[in-house]
């Protein structure tokens, strides 16, 4: 089976855009999204163009903040300050990578967590490790408690559309980064898998890997994950976005054609995690204006 996060996310922004309609009617405006890019890095200006015509396409008004590459650390820091202090907006999220000279987590830290649309802040990141049932399938929905990652929180809603319950399941990690490994690792444990996460030192991967039934590979290595890394009927899940040295298409982490004929369910790259990445991050948006009462933020 073969997971469309294509369709999924498609599907998920239709109840959006009811969603927010309704919000409108209710409140007088619309959730609003604030992006701060900085530099000239051809892949961040098309994800964030990606993401402003998502929310256009639900109804979502967004604004982009164009930093030149050689901004200063305070020059986006005192662009955050402004947006947290502006009760029109409810969503902020910084373009990552930032340009080598600035400090992402302090600037990632200076975003209001009640705005934290990525769920990177340092005061989410605790709730996500803290609390036992954050981004379980079903409370995910369009208001959770606070933001969660937007790709691991996509992944989990990938495995719930195929029909895979991480309860009682030994899930593998392939990757331990603060934004998709370690908190999709935090989400599978919540949602009572047996969790391990590899990395670059792990030794004896493929023994891992082959006795996972559900495998999350985010390590950005294309075709990294072959068939005799894989349980047969396993759940695979593919976070990577690169690009094919040979032939220089898009790829993933998983050498797809291969890993499809003994997987049980499995996500292409592109038309899996990535749409779904963008599907989250509205829903988020959606969640921060509800969480920040719609009736004061119009103060
Ligand atoms: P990072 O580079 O931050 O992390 C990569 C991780 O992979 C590290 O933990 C690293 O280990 C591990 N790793 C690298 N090589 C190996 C190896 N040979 N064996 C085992 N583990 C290894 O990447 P991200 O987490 O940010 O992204 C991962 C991939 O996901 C990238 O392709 C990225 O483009 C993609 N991505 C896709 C998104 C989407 O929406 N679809 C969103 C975000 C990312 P160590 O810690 O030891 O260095």
Redesign the pocket.
Known sequence: MIISGKEVANSIKALLSEEVAGLKEKYGRNPKLAVILVGDDPASAKYVHNKELACERVGIENLTFRLPAQATVDQVLSRVEALNSDPSVDGILVQLPLPGHICESHVIAAISPDKDVDGLSPANVARLWTERAAGLPGLNSAAPAFPVP??PA?CMRLLSEAGVDPDGKNAVV????N???LPVAKLLLNAGATVTV?????KN?AEITSKADILVA????PH?VTADMVKSGAAVID????VDPVTGVLCG?VDFDAVAAKAGAITP?PG???P??IAMLLENTVGCFLRRGPARSTA
């Not at 590899?198 to 792990?202: A, D, K, M, Q, V």
């Not at 976070?239 to 690169?242: D, K, M, Q």
Request: aromatic share 4%; net charge positive; hydrophobic share 40%.
């Open positions: 937007c790709t996509g392939l990757g331990r980064s934004i998709v490994g590899c990395h670059s030192h792990t991967l985010a390590i950005g290595k990294f976070v990577g976005i690169n982490d790259v899996g995690v990535g779904m990445t």
